[in-house]
């Protein structure tokens, strides 16, 4: 499985960014997606996850509320729509999958994801 992840750039405070995850693979609609982000000086945490149905998608507490993550399983990739950006959004994004459907818990640590993108810097300005 490979990953591309796109969408990052410099905004200001309040914009909104949308970030956009490929992945090769025949069986995407299986896989679990994952978004997580790693600021300078910061370990790497956990964004947003969504199950294989597009129906379920779960968020860290920092974002929910402000960004939505969505899927489009006919063009193998996801969405991480980020509005009311903060400063403290600023980190290098990584896309993440987990090569099949998940059930229970959503997951949330970095330990359960198989395959990684190259991640996107997202810089937010005052």
């Known amino acids: 499985v490979q990953l ?7 905004v200001q405070a309040g914009d909104s960014l949308r970030l956009s995850c490929a992945a090769s693979g025949r069986t995407f609609s299986d896989y679990t997606m994952g978004w997580f982000r790693q600021a300078p000086g910061k370990e790497r945490e956990f964004v947003s996850v969504i199950s294989w149905s597009n129906r379920n998608s779960y968020y860290a507490d920092s974002v929910k509320g402000r960004f939505t993550m969505s899927r489009e399983n006919a063009k193998n990739t ?3 729509q980020m509005n009311s950006l903060k400063l403290e959004d600023t980190a290098v994004y990584y896309c993440a ?14 330990k359960q994801y198989n395959y990684w993108g190259q991640g996107t810097q997202v810089t937010v300005s005052s």
């Open 78 to 80: 996801d969405y991480l």
């Open 97 to 110: 999958v987990i090569p099949r459907i998940f059930y229970g818990p959503p997951p949330r640590s970095d």
């Open 4 to 10: 591309q992840a796109s969408g990052g750039g410099v």
